[in-house]
């Protein structure tokens, strides 16, 4: 299976609901992605989690809570949006090396991505 | 800003034609990537090369990257209307696996 699966596709909220998106792989991936996309621009990182510990925040809001429950899981709690949230909120995984081993370039780094959460936020 | 630069920004060809996309960056990489997006859907990883090399293939795809110019371009061969989609180029960085998206090539193959 080499497929992250999302859900939902869309969703529609208002700023004072609280919702959740949900992301799932099961390729045996430990490293899981949150990425925020604007129409006609490039997918920018939210956060990275590597065995199921957050590792990356690009100093998201608050008001987006990501939490990874197991290692194939990965959700992201939205609650008090903005409209300018709106936008595709896209899921990724990738193979990672384990923690304390040495860097550097290998079979690990392609990323798969889901296809994406279409958020809108009135 | 951290992102590379993509050019062309959109690209317009007859299937067949050839169709090439460029990617610059500013800081060092451990490997390039370029994925695939197809209208308000996910993104497909196409290639990864990796910063000791200078070219690599698959299928109609040929990257070149130049570590000394900063830069990368992914070449389609042959295209095929089903090609239209936008292109971004990734830059990897060592010891983990931050992407930074380059600002994007959107194509278009006419039939």
């Known amino acids: 299976d080499t497929e992250v699966t999302q859900t939902p596709k869309h969703l529609v909220m208002g700023m004072t609901n609280k919702k959740s998106l949900k992301c799932e792989q099961h390729m045996g991936h430990r490293a899981m992605y949150w990425y925020k996309q604007k129409a006609k621009k490039p997918p920018e990182l939210m956060f990275v989690?590597?065995?199921?510990?957050?590792?990356i925040n690009e100093s998201v809001p608050s008001r987006f809570s990501p939490e990874c429950p197991n290692s194939s899981l990965l959700n992201l709690h939205l609650h008090a949006l903005q409209p300018e949230d709106s936008a595709l909120y896209l899921c990724a995984s990738s193979q990672d090396r384990p923690s304390g081993s040495r860097s550097g370039s290998g079979p690990y780094n392609e990323q798969f991505f889901g296809p994406g959460t279409r958020l809108t936020v009135l | 800003s951290q992102q590379g630069e993509e050019d062309p920004q959109a690209l317009s060809i007859q299937e067949g034609e050839n169709a090439t996309m460029n990617c610059s960056y500013k800081t060092s990489i451990n490997n390039l990537q370029w994925y695939r997006q197809n209208s308000g859907r996910g993104l497909v990883h196409l290639i990864l090369i990796r910063s000791n090399e200078r070219e690599k293939h698959s299928g109609r795809l040929r990257v070149t990257l130049d570590t000394s110019k900063k830069s990368s371009s992914l070449l389609i061969t042959a295209s095929r209307a089903a090609d239209t989609a936008s292109y971004f180029c990734?830059?990897?960085?060592?010891?983990?696996?931050?992407?930074?998206f380059g600002t994007g090539t959107r194509l278009l193959v006419s039939p």
């Open positions: 990734a830059r990897g960085n060592t010891g983990f696996q931050k992407l930074v």
């Open positions: 989690y590597s065995y199921e510990k957050l590792s």
